[in-house]
């Protein structure tokens, strides 16, 4: 089922094209652990949606499960031009078929590798090399990251930057100090704290991959009788709304989730003005919001 998220005002006034947002945000299978993915999606909807109303383009939205037949049929009617995908988590079948076919289309919140694709992302390697830089000069030397699902690109890219940052401050790496959560929420970063924990390994700060993961690894920590930040430092991702309320208030990387959806919609007109055939990945600046538990 589709909804539109705006309507052109004024008489006689016509879009020139529609876009179709392709979130996770309508889809039912949708449960209170998928909460943060709701909030950057409807933050990068918003940035988009502005650029688009300037350009005077329609749009509607589905949910991630409409199927890849479903959106191919939508452009051979012209009911959409093209797509953007906010997020990141995609079906890849479907960005498949839409490459085959020429349909204009950009990630956002991911790229896609290994299909090549225009994306919009947050630069999250700044943002660890940020976060690990702080933890340094607070006087850390075991820091640790959780990590979300291993086969999601935004944890890969999270790693990356987690181990540059560590080599770039001469800290050693061990096996123990990144692990993956088998998925973002607030549950799977407890059970990776306790995990953690249970090896009895040198532990002082440790990075999560979003910020409902770092409040499980809040409440694991606590029950561990870890003071935070004394014992341990803490660092979310993405401050999302509950990084303020946590307790402590979460220190947290972020990034400006409507630049995204901006940068997506203006790379998306520019695919329907013409623009040069090349994939181009962008990524968003990251800055660190530091609050208590650090």
Known sequence: MNYPLSRLRGPGAKPKRTVAFVTQMLDSTIHSS????????????????????????????????????QIQRLTETNSINGLIFPGGIYNRDMLRRLKERSIPFVTAGAHAYPIDTNAVMANYIQGMCIAVEHLVATSRKHICLINGPAETNTSAEKYKGFRLALSLHNLAFQDYQASNGASFDVENGYIATLRLLALRRPVDAIIYGTDGMAVGGLKALKESGSHIPRDVA????????????ADPALTTIDFDMQMMGRLAASRLCSLFEGADEDCHVMTVPTRLIVRDST
């Open 34 to 69: 998928s909460m943060e993915i709701g909030e950057i999606e409807q933050l990068i909807v918003r940035g988009a949606q502005a650029i688009f109303e300037q350009k005077r383009m329609a749009t509607q939205i589905y949910g991630s499960d409409t199927s890849a037949k």
């Open 234 to 245: 803490v660092i979310g991702c993405h401050n999302y709304e509950i990084a303020r309320f």
